[in-house]
């Protein structure tokens, strides 16, 4: 069987770039869901009264490694299974409730090659909704070079994320 | 030696150091990408994870997800805190709130499923007190590091958290997240 071929090299991309925007409808469902894949079991994120009473929240909220798991998906929704995350820095302002549609948005901040080879994109991605930043995200993330390379294959010294 | 010197004494000390309770499961792996719709054939198509990355791994940004307990096990006792170097440091400062400001994640050799993870807690940094909208309080960066079970990095997660005293309530009660 012959290798998969990447979806995305580094030479196609450029400063500036926009990545697609993602919608999805957030339901109580999407909320629990992501808080039992991350084993956060704090009531506030599957007890609607728990949230109101408790944190005075309107409603349960999507938890924050489950926020992480979103930007992971919308980043290799781009870059395809190639593309191997080095960094993500993020920060919350506010939540994200059952009801809420969230629009991820990215752009590419940086293209870089360090002195491994390695090539990598910085990606600025919002998470919104109604046109509210919720959450940000800077991410770091290798695309091979050329045919030949692999971000995956490179050892300890050859990575440095 | 005042409270700040015994906390700052404990700056690079490697603390709360654990080994994971089970291995990196596949059906987890399986169970986050259906919560948020991954699709990446890394975690879905045996031969593209045998071809791009030499095996099934799991999602990066689960690594902390294997230091999650599952909600029950036999014969366990008494709750698991996370980032336990966080609550230590409200208590001796005594700051009842606390905030998480920001995370960054750095991930170094893929996860793999029946890798034994350990963790490990490090403070990094102290500030000075400091006055915000919040309140008057001290930030702190702690470090998170995980290793496999042949002791090579998999990934740090740096937390900076905002430990603090309400600007209007001196006394502070407790009940501020997290």
């Known amino acids: 069987m012959s290798r998969p071929a990447p979806v995305l090299v580094f030479g196609d991309v450029a400063e500036g770039d926009l990545l697609p925007s993602l919608h999805h409808d957030v339901t109580a469902t999407t909320v629990v869901l992501g ?24 409603d349960i909220f999507l938890n924050t490694p489950n926020q992480a798991a979103w930007f992971e998906r919308y980043i290799t929704d781009w870059t395809g299974p190639h593309g191997r995350l080095g960094r993500v820095v993020f920060r919350m302002r506010d939540s994200v409730f059952p009801g809420d549609t969230m629009v991820l948005d990215g752009a590419v901040s940086e293209v870089t090659v360090d002195d491994t080879g390695c090539g990598w994109v910085g990606l600025d991605i919002t998470l919104s909704v109604d046109g509210d930043v919720k959450s940000t995200c800077s991410a770091r993330v290798a695309l091979p ?8 294959r490179r050892g300890a010294d050859r990575w440095k994320p | 030696m005042t409270v700040i ?3 700052r004494a404990l700056i690079g000390v490697a603390q709360y150091e654990e080994t994971g309770e089970f291995p990196v499961e ?4 399986w169970t986050m990408c259906a919560s948020v719709e991954n699709g990446n054939p890394l975690f879905w198509d045996d031969d593209a994870a045998r071809d791009i990355t030499g095996g099934p791994i799991a ?15 036999p014969g366990r006792t008494g709750e698991h805190l996370p980032l336990k170097v966080h609550f230590d440091l409200k208590e001796r400062l005594e700051l009842p709130e606390a905030v998480m400001t920001d995370n960054t994640m750095v991930f170094h050799e893929p996860v793999r499923p029946g890798d034994v993870l350990s963790t490990r807690q ?22 998170v590091e995980y290793t496999n079970q042949q002791g090579r990095t998999v990934g740090v997660e740096s937390y900076t958290g905002f430990g603090y005293r309400r600007a209007t309530d001196p006394g502070g009660a407790d009940g501020g997240a997290p």
């Open chain 1, 35 to 58: 808080a039992l894949a991350t084993r956060d079991w704090r009531p506030m994120h599957h007890d609607k009264d728990f949230a109101q009473v408790r944190n005075g929240t309107r």
């Open chain 2, 26 to 29: 596949r059906s987890y792996v």
């Open chain 2, 5 to 7: 010197d015994e906390v």
């Open chain 2, 59 to 73: 999602p990066p940004t689960m690594l902390s997800v294997w230091f999650r307990p599952h909600h029950w096990a």
């Open chain 2, 122 to 143: 490090v403070l990094r940094s102290v500030s000075d007190e400091k006055k915000t909208k919040l309140g008057t309080g001290r930030f702190w960066v702690i470090d």
């Open chain 1, 145 to 152: 070079v050329d045919d030949d390379d692999n971000p995956w």
